[in-house]
């Protein structure tokens, strides 16, 4: 069955650094998701993506985030300069926008100290 | 707004209990998708069932059994003979519009807790 990969798993960064990270969504399907999970919270949207461009954000993302899709296959969350509230679990999801819902990807943790 | 409301933070039962766990949502469109999440402590999110707001009728897999009713904006989920592998935070989604890639609207979750 097809996957929605993320890279790497976890990631442990330092304050004020730039972080990117990776997912490879399912290749025949057209929206692209990140979403944002702090640690025993809920699972909050961040953006979508749909035909090169940012379809909807929430408040969340604001301008330390962005997104892009360098190559066709990739899909990657950049944050430039992590704050220590940016430590959470970052997942990626794909769908076809049909009936057929989403998949998510695995999550990428990421941790800034 | 969208909104998905999961009252209960935590539940604790024994093994082989059966155990529900509620979900309340909130949408102003007539059409739209409601999903329940499992997230085991691996933390990834493994997709349970997915129904959309025209069909209420219930749907039972295996040990698992979901009660969809729009008269309360309910879709809440049975677990009969709960196991210790039950044990994972469950989350209810929402999403208004997935064919035209909306987005999905989590609830708080639950952590369920199955104890030998």
């Known amino acids: 069955e097809p996957e929605v990969t993320q890279t790497p798993s976890h990631q442990v960064t330092q304050m004020g650094q730039e972080v990117i990270l990776r997912c490879v969504p399912i290749s025949n399907h057209l929206y692209f998701y990140w979403y944002r999970q702090i640690l025993g919270q809920k699972v909050e949207f961040l953006v979508s993506f749909y035909n090169n461009e940012i379809s909807e954000k929430s408040e969340i993302f604001d301008d330390q985030f962005s997104v892009e899709r360098p190559d066709g296959s990739n899909f990657t969350l950049k944050i430039r300069s992590t704050k220590l509230e940016d430590s959470a679990m970052y997942f990626c999801a794909s769908s076809e926008g049909n009936d057929y819902g989403y998949t998510f990807g695995s999550g990428t943790r990421l941790t800034v100290v | 707004a969208q909104k998905v409301t999961q009252a209960q933070t935590e539940i604790s039962v024994v093994e082989k209990e059966d155990v529900t766990l509620d979900c309340v949502y909130e949408t102003r469109d007539t059409t739209y998708y409601l999903f329940w999440y499992k997230q085991p402590p691996s933390g990834e999110l493994v997709f349970l069932i997915r129904r959309n707001s025209f069909d209420e009728q219930n749907e039972i897999s295996g040990r698992y059994s979901w009660n969809f009713q729009k008269s309360t904006s309910s879709f809440n989920f049975t677990i009969t003979a709960s196991q210790v592998v039950d044990s994972a935070v469950y989350f209810c989604?929402?999403?208004?519009?997935?064919?035209?890639?909306?987005?999905?609207?989590f609830g708080q979750g639950t952590e369920l807790s199955v104890k030998p």
């Open positions: 989604a929402l999403s208004e519009s997935p064919n035209q890639g909306g987005k999905l609207i």
